[in-house]
C-alpha cells in the first residue's frame, strides 16, 4: 500500500480496498420489544443468518456482486459485495425463542420480545439481635 498525501479535498475512504461492507442498523424498543432494522438491499433472504446468544443479535451473510464489469472501468465504486457481520448487544434481556424475523424490498425486520420479569416488591427484614 502507498502513502497518498492528505488533501482536504480528498475522501480518504475513496482510497481503501473494501471487500466487506458493513449494513446500516438501527435498533429501538417498543412496549414489548426490541426491534432491529437492518439495511440490506441486494442481499437475498436466504443468504442471511440471524442468531440471539446471551442478548447479543447477530447478523450475517454475503452479498454477491452481479456485475461482470472489470475494476478498471470505474470512476467511482462505492456498492461493495462480500461478507457481512454484525453484532449488537440489546437494550433489553428477550425470549430469542420468540423473536420474528421479516424481509421487505431490502429491509431486515428482527422483532424480538422482552423478557418478562417478576414484579419488585418490598419486603421488610427483621434484624436478631444475638447480644441480648
Same mark, same amino acid.
Given at each position: 500500500?502507498?502513502?497518498?498525501?492528505?488533501?482536504p479535498l480528498l475522501d480518504t475512504f475513496d482510497n481503501l480496498e473494501r471487500s466487506n461492507f458493513i449494513p446500516a442498523i438501527?435498533?429501538? @424498543? &417498543?412496549? !414489548?420489544?426490541? =426491534?432491529? $432494522?437492518?439495511? +440490506?438491499?441486494?442481499?437475498?433472504? @436466504? &443468504?442471511? !443468518?440471524?442468531? =440471539?446468544? $446471551?442478548?447479543? +443479535?447477530?447478523?450475517?451473510?454475503?452479498?454477491?456482486?452481479?456485475?461482470? =464489469?472489470? $475494476?478498471?472501468?470505474?470512476?467511482?465504486?462505492?456498492?461493495?459485495?462480500?461478507?457481512?457481520?454484525?453484532?449488537?448487544?440489546?437494550?433489553?434481556?428477550?425470549?430469542?425463542?420468540k423473536a420474528k424475523a421479516n424481509f421487505d424490498n431490502g429491509m431486515l425486520k428482527v422483532v424480538l420480545p422482552k423478557e418478562?420479569?417478576?414484579?419488585?416488591?418490598?419486603?421488610?427484614?427483621?434484624?436478631?439481635?444475638?447480644?441480648?
Amino acid at each position: 500500500m502507498s502513502l497518498i498525501p492528505w488533501s482536504p479535498l480528498l475522501d480518504t475512504f475513496d482510497n481503501l480496498e473494501r471487500s466487506n461492507f458493513i449494513p446500516a442498523i438501527d435498533v429501538y @424498543e &417498543e412496549k !414489548d420489544n426490541v =426491534v432491529v $432494522e437492518a439495511t +440490506l438491499a441486494g442481499i437475498k433472504p @436466504e &443468504e442471511v !443468518d440471524i442468531n =440471539v446468544h $446471551e442478548d447479543v +443479535l447477530t447478523i450475517e451473510g454475503n452479498k454477491q456482486s452481479s456485475s461482470e =464489469v472489470d $475494476e478498471k472501468n470505474y470512476y467511482r465504486k462505492e456498492v461493495r459485495s462480500g461478507s457481512f457481520h454484525r453484532s449488537i448487544m440489546l437494550p433489553a434481556s428477550v425470549q430469542a425463542d420468540k423473536a420474528k424475523a421479516n424481509f421487505d424490498n431490502g429491509m431486515l425486520k428482527v422483532v424480538l420480545p422482552k423478557e418478562k420479569r417478576a414484579k419488585s416488591k418490598s419486603v421488610r427484614i427483621n434484624i436478631k439481635n444475638n447480644g441480648k
